[in-house]
């Protein structure tokens, strides 16, 4: 035994080299930015600027989320999307989401909509209306008009067949349809009822990543297909955010947290 322990030393040593070396950007922000040409889009919003703040879980970026604030704003958002977990179900406390939310609702509109943390909350409705008491603008199966745009937010559900079903009816096939929803999972489902884009996270960019590559999705098991960043299926996009937090697990190798920018035009 006693031979094989510099080997054991060696390989301790560098598994705690790589844990330190992956968790080190969890504090840090990374701004991903997707611009978007889209033919359904309307000509007369072309620029319209979207930033998507998903899963945060809690987590709280300087005081009073005054980091996190500074840098939504700077980045000159049209809108601000929250596509659900604002808080982690385990030790929840949606303080941190509200003072986000009242922040920025005093300079963009905010829209949100629930994920499965958020909907396990037995006080989610009383949370719902404190975010909407905040300024933000809670969609749950409801879709309302954001300029020429066809804006619907998706309610959280557990043990659905198809997750799209609760909205098909409120897709305007005359607007461009954007969706916001919280699992990517279900993107055939999404693009089913023909919207033209969708918003989601949950998946937390498949929580390590090597090379790229999302590690483990709640939904979809290890190496899910839809772990981060842009697909297509038809004419629908999705974008999937990586997200902000943690949950069960607190800690994301080489995955630091995600603000999302999208800046859409139209295609002639």
Same mark, same amino acid.
Request: aromatic fraction near 8%; avoid cysteine; charge should be negative.
């Given at each position: 035994?006693?031979?094989?322990?510099?080997?054991?030393?060696?390989?301790?040593?560098?598994?705690?080299?790589? %844990?330190?070396? &992956?968790?080190?950007?969890?504090d840090t922000i990374t701004v991903t930015r997707f611009n978007l040409t889209i033919t359904s889009f309307p000509e007369t919003m072309d620029g319209l600027t979207i930033v998507q703040v998903s899963d945060l879980h809690n987590?709280?970026?300087?005081?009073?989320?005054?980091?996190?604030?500074?840098?939504?704003?700077?980045?000159?958002?049209?809108? *601000?999307?929250?596509? &659900?977990?604002?808080? #982690?179900?385990?030790?929840?406390?949606?303080? /941190?989401?509200?003072?986000?939310?009242?922040?920025?609702? /005093?300079? $963009?509109? *905010?829209?949100?909509?629930?994920?499965? /943390?958020?909907?396990?909350?037995? #006080?989610?409705?009383?949370?719902?209306?404190?975010?909407?008491?905040?300024?933000?603008? *809670?969609?749950?199966?409801?879709? %309302?008009?954001?300029?020429?745009?066809?804006?619907?937010?998706?309610?959280?559900?557990?043990?659905?067949?198809?997750?799209?079903?609760? *909205?098909?009816?409120?897709?305007? #096939?005359?607007?461009?349809?954007?969706?916001?929803?919280?699992?990517?999972?279900?993107?055939?489902?999404?693009?089913?009822?023909? $919207?033209?884009?969708? %918003?989601?996270g949950h998946v937390h960019g498949g929580q390590f990543r090597f090379f790229g590559v999302g590690f483990v999705s709640p939904d979809e098991g290890l190496f899910p297909t839809y772990h981060a960043g842009s697909y297509t299926?038809?004419?629908?996009?999705?974008?999937?955010?990586? &997200?902000?937090?943690?949950?069960?697990?607190?800690?994301?190798?080489?995955?630091?947290?995600?603000?999302?920018?999208?800046? %859409?035009? /139209?295609?002639?």
């Amino acid at each position: 035994m006693k031979r094989y322990l510099p080997q054991l030393s060696v390989l301790v040593a560098l598994g705690m080299a790589i %844990l330190i070396w &992956g968790a080190s950007p969890n504090d840090t922000i990374t701004v991903t930015r997707f611009n978007l040409t889209i033919t359904s889009f309307p000509e007369t919003m072309d620029g319209l600027t979207i930033v998507q703040v998903s899963d945060l879980h809690n987590k709280s970026f300087g005081d009073n989320q005054q980091e996190l604030i500074d840098l939504i704003l700077a980045l000159d958002p049209d809108l *601000v999307a929250f596509t &659900g977990d604002m808080v #982690d179900s385990w030790t929840a406390e949606y303080d /941190h989401a509200l003072v986000l939310i009242q922040a920025l609702s /005093h300079v $963009v509109p *905010v829209y949100i909509v629930d994920g499965n /943390h958020d909907a396990r909350e037995p #006080d989610y409705p009383l949370q719902k209306d404190a975010m909407e008491e905040a300024g933000g603008i *809670v969609l749950a199966d409801e879709s %309302l008009r954001f300029g020429s745009i066809n804006l619907i937010g998706l309610k959280e559900r557990f043990g659905v067949s198809n997750r799209a079903d609760p *909205v098909a009816d409120l897709v305007d #096939d005359e607007r461009f349809n954007l969706l916001l929803a919280h699992h990517p999972a279900d993107f055939t489902d999404y693009a089913g009822i023909n $919207v033209d884009l969708v %918003l989601t996270g949950h998946v937390h960019g498949g929580q390590f990543r090597f090379f790229g590559v999302g590690f483990v999705s709640p939904d979809e098991g290890l190496f899910p297909t839809y772990h981060a960043g842009s697909y297509t299926q038809g004419s629908t996009t999705m974008i999937v955010s990586r &997200g902000l937090g943690e949950s069960i697990l607190p800690l994301r190798l080489f995955n630091g947290p995600e603000l999302v920018v999208i800046r %859409l035009t /139209h295609q002639k």
